[in-house]
């Protein structure tokens, strides 16, 4: 059995999906995949299933029956990975905005430079971002800011989706304590893990706009991320 999960959630991703999982099977370091699909009404569940059955035992899928959110989506995944005992847990969207290739540079950071938290990073050289609006961008990175700001982290891309973790880190934040689903779902974690004084690397990537399918992107998941945020921290200083 592979060392190595690449969680991807989907909802309505089935002009994406299969391209990808096709992209990561065929990477030099062997990864399996499992897709945790919210139940999408375009049948985005349906075709990993029936792709893992005719194709591939290395393709999992773990099926929700509602849309409930990114954060409980991974959780899931998570949960899933550890249940199943591997030792890195890939972070990764489906619409091609982060690069199948970078996985490899993200695993070589965990198993062989001993990182335990590796960030594929679209700010730690400049704004390395393709396609994305300018109001998309300053969003993106002044969120990141403001989370450095809030919660002290030495990390430039707070925000990012593109991560890997050794196990033992998802073992030891508590997957149960998670307090948010949306945006900042993402700098929670990193954070928990900073806490934990868990070693953490940045690298660079460049991340380009989907092309098929729509961002899930909305106000609620912002404003989650703004003001969270504040409360996140506050509550850190009564859990050491």
């Known amino acids: 059995m592979s060392k190595a999960l ?41 075709l990993v299933s029936t792709f893992a059955l005719s194709s591939s035992e290395r393709v999992f899928l773990l099926s929700r029956h509602s849309k409930e959110g990114l954060g409980k989506a991974y959780t899931a995944g998570f949960i899933w990975a550890l249940n199943n005992g591997y030792d890195y847990i890939f972070e990764m969207d489906a ?3 982060h690069d199948p290739n970078d996985l490899i540079r993200i695993y070589n950071e965990l198993s062989i430079a ?65 307090m948010f689903n949306g945006y900042a779902f993402q700098i929670e974690l990193k954070f928990k893990a900073f806490k934990k004084e868990f070693k953490i690397q940045e690298i660079p990537i460049i991340f380009k706009d989907r092309v098929h399918g729509e961002s899930k992107m909305n106000g609620n998941i912002i404003f989650e ?16």
């Open 95 to 97: 619409d091609f905005s």
């Open 225 to 240: 991320a703004i003001f969270g945020l504040i409360a996140m921290r506050i509550k850190s200083f009564f859990n050491k």
């Open 114 to 178: 001993n990182f335990d938290l590796v960030i594929g990073s679209r700010y730690i050289n400049g704004i390395n971002v393709v396609n994305w609006p300018l109001s998309r961008i300053v969003l993106s990175y002044f969120a990141s800011f403001y989370s450095r700001i809030i919660t002290g982290m030495p990390v430039k891309d707070a925000t990012s989706g593109f991560v890997g973790y050794k196990a033992k880190v998802l073992k030891d934040i508590n997957l149960d304590s998670i």
């Open 6 to 46: 690449v969680i991807v959630p989907t909802y309505n991703e089935a002009d994406n999906i299969i391209n990808l999982i096709e992209r990561v099977l065929s990477l030099s370091v062997t990864f399996n995949i499992l897709v945790v699909d919210d139940n999408s009404p375009d049948n985005t569940g349906s």
